[in-house]
C-alpha cells in the first residue's frame, strides 16, 4: 500500500525566510503533483513533476523530485504572507487500468509579518 | 475550455438520507475520480469511472457508489449518511488514462454537512 509522507505538517514562519517541506512516499512512482489549498477551497495545482531529477519554480515556490530516494521538496524563498495556505503533495499511483492520486496529510504554512 | 464543474456546491443533510452529488469534466475528459477530504482522514481516494465502468476503488463502504454516463458527467450516492459523512467532495477529471496517467484537474467541490 502506498504511503506518502509530508514533513512538518505545520509550519509558522516569518515573513522573507526560507523553509523546505518534504514529501516522502513508500513506492516507485514517477509522478508527483503539488497543491496549495485555500480554506473552504478546492485543490489548486502547482507542480508536476514527471520524472527523475526534475526541477520546476513558479515565483517563491521550487519543487523537485528525486524518484530513487522517493523523495520530493518545496523550497520556499523569502515567504510572504500570500503563501499562507495548505500544501499537499499526492504522488500519482499506477493501478492495473488508470491511476489514483494518494495524498500526504498536508503542510499548514503560516507566513507571519 | 470550462473546468471541471460540481453541484451542488453546498449541502445539508440528515443522517440516514442518502445524497447525489454530480460532476461535469473537463470536455474530452473520459476519466473520472472522486476523492473524500475530512479533517481526520485527509484527502481519499473513493473510486475512478472511465467509460462508463468503474476501475478502480478505494476502501469505502458500499454505501459509496457511483455512476458514469455516456457523456462522461458523473454522479457518486452515498446512502444512510453518516455524521462521519461529513466532507469536501472533489471530483477530478483526466484525459483518457487506460493505457497512461495524464494529470488529474479537480472541480470546486461539494462540501456535505451531516446533521
Known amino acids: 500500500e502506498l504511503k506518502v509522507e509530508q514533513n512538518p505538517l505545520f509550519l509558522s514562519m516569518q515573513e522573507g525566510k526560507n523553509y523546505t517541506i518534504y514529501c516522502n512516499y513508500s513506492?516507485?512512482?514517477?509522478?508527483l503533483y503539488w497543491y496549495r489549498q485555500d480554506p473552504g477551497k478546492s485543490l489548486e495545482s502547482l507542480f508536476v513533476l514527471l520524472s527523475n531529477g526534475a526541477v520546476k519554480q513558479e515565483g517563491r515556490l521550487m519543487a523537485s523530485l528525486d524518484t530513487k530516494a522517493r523523495l520530493s521538496t518545496l523550497h520556499i524563498t523569502a515567504a510572504v504572507h500570500d503563501l499562507s495556505a495548505t500544501y499537499f503533495c499526492a504522488v500519482d499511483f499506477l493501478m492495473e487500468y488508470g491511476n489514483k492520486l494518494v495524498f500526504g496529510a498536508g503542510t499548514i504554512l503560516r507566513v507571519k509579518s | 475550455k470550462a473546468g471541471v464543474t460540481q453541484t451542488p456546491r453546498y449541502l445539508i443533510k440528515t443522517r440516514g438520507q442518502q445524497v447525489t452529488l454530480s460532476c461535469s469534466p473537463i470536455s474530452g475528459h473520459r476519466s473520472v475520480s472522486w476523492y473524500q477530504q475530512t479533517p481526520g482522514q485527509g484527502l481519499q481516494f473513493l473510486f475512478e469511472?472511465?467509460?462508463?465502468?468503474?476501475?478502480n476503488k478505494g476502501n469505502f463502504p458500499g454505501r459509496f457508489s457511483g455512476r458514469q454516463f455516456s457523456n462522461s458527467r458523473s454522479e457518486m450516492n452515498v446512502s444512510t449518511l453518516e455524521l462521519g459523512d461529513s466532507a469536501l467532495y472533489l471530483c477530478?477529471?483526466?484525459?483518457?488514462?487506460?493505457?497512461?496517467?495524464?494529470?488529474?484537474?479537480f472541480g470546486p467541490g461539494t462540501r456535505l454537512t451531516v446533521t
Open positions: 477530478a477529471s483526466s484525459l483518457d488514462g487506460r493505457f497512461a496517467t495524464y494529470e488529474q484537474y
Open positions: 513506492t516507485t512512482s514517477d509522478r
Open positions: 469511472y472511465f467509460s462508463e465502468t468503474q476501475r
